[in-house]
């Protein structure tokens, strides 16, 4: 009888096991569920952060029923435990399994700022990628004061210059806040180890900018770089073509008259000095060469027909080359009929 109620027992025992394991089971697989029904939204996280804390997060926003069973779920699945920056569509209506899988996937669009493209036309590339409002864009530059956080030493007042271009995976509606503090971002990381202060920055952006607009190459950008600083020693207007486009808004080539009747403090063929701000966001290698310019004599250069770019110490040697450049351009023209 003994050894009957001892089987008995371990039956028992056992039964027990197995429905607390199976109904252990059930819970943690109702805890996986869908909260409940609704569309994904767009979450954005600007930097790396852990997945616990992500989980937590999405639990008392009412995504997710559980952030402890679906951390312990990540972990069993062998997924990753940080979520990197980016977009995720996350919503009520995914169950835990697909929430990790989003979190695992930013959403990706990638998009291309390109060099020497001022703030309103770095507006029209996002707003043609459905990345953000153009006019929405616009207004948040003119306000450094919303990214104080940065420690970058604003010192006009517009974003001008701080804008990195580069490309950028940026999900469509994502919003004119994203973008701009993620190209600061950028500006702060490129620009780290460059010897940027507050006592040069605002001179250096400035021809930075106008020889990211002007140079073609490495070797050009420091030369130009130079020429921009004899004609600032020889008083003399710098006399930068961008710089009159920059004035009107406007990216096309300049005819005679734009260079009297656009009147811009940025207009370098009427104002002497450098203008008061930069004329886009420039590249590391602009910054560089602002910062190292090549000393030389030279104060004209002219872009010549085949990427070869002449400098000059004299008026009559630049008209010279302007002579050349023209026949070139007529010659190449007269072979092309």
Request: proline share 6%; charged share 25%; aromatic share 8%.
């Amino acid at each position: 009888m003994a050894i009957k109620r001892r089987k008995s027992k371990k039956g028992i025992v056992l039964l027990s096991f197995i429905a607390l394991i199976g109904g252990g089971g059930l819970w943690f697989k109702t805890e996986c569920e869908p909260v409940g029904t609704g569309a994904p939204q767009t979450l954005l996280f600007m930097k790396p952060r852990g997945i616990s804390a992500t989980l937590r997060d999405l639990q008392s926003r009412g995504m997710i029923k559980s952030a402890f069973v679906a951390n312990v779920l990540n972990v069993f699945s062998g997924s990753k435990k940080v979520v990197q920056p980016g977009a995720y569509r996350i919503g009520p209506a995914m169950s835990a399994s697909e929430i990790l899988t989003s979190l695992r996937n930013p959403i990706k669009q990638l998009v291309m700022i390109p060099e020497g493209r001022w703030i309103d036309r770095v507006a029209k590339v996002l707003e043609d990628k459905k990345v953000a409002k153009a006019d929405q864009y616009i207004e948040l530059t003119k306000h450094p004061e919303k990214f104080s956080e940065f420690g970058i030493p604003f010192f006009n007042e517009s974003l001008e210059g701080f804008l990195y271009p580069d490309t950028y995976n940026f999900a469509p509606d994502i919003g004119a806040d994203y973008v701009v503090r993620r190209q600061l971002m950028n500006f702060e990381k490129k620009t780290a180890s460059l010897g940027l202060t507050k006592v040069n920055i605002r001179r250096t952006l400035i021809i930075a900018s106008l020889v990211e607009l002007e140079a073609s190459n490495s070797k050009d950008r420091k030369m130009i770089a130079g020429v921009i600083e004899n004609r600032i020693a020889k008083g003399m207007r710098l006399q930068i073509d961008p710089t009159v486009n920059y004035g009107m808004q406007e990216w096309r080539v300049l005819n005679y008259k734009d260079y009297t009747s656009v009147k811009s403090p940025y207009n370098t063929y009427l104002v002497k000095g450098l203008p008061p701000g930069p004329i886009c966001s420039p590249t590391v290698k602009s910054i560089e060469a602002a910062l190292h310019p090549i000393k030389h004599d030279f104060v004209y250069f002219i872009a010549m027909p085949g990427g070869v770019t002449r400098y000059t110490a004299t008026y009559p040697e630049h008209l010279a080359n302007v002579k050349l450049r023209d026949t070139m351009k007529a010659q190449a023209k007269a072979q092309q009929q």
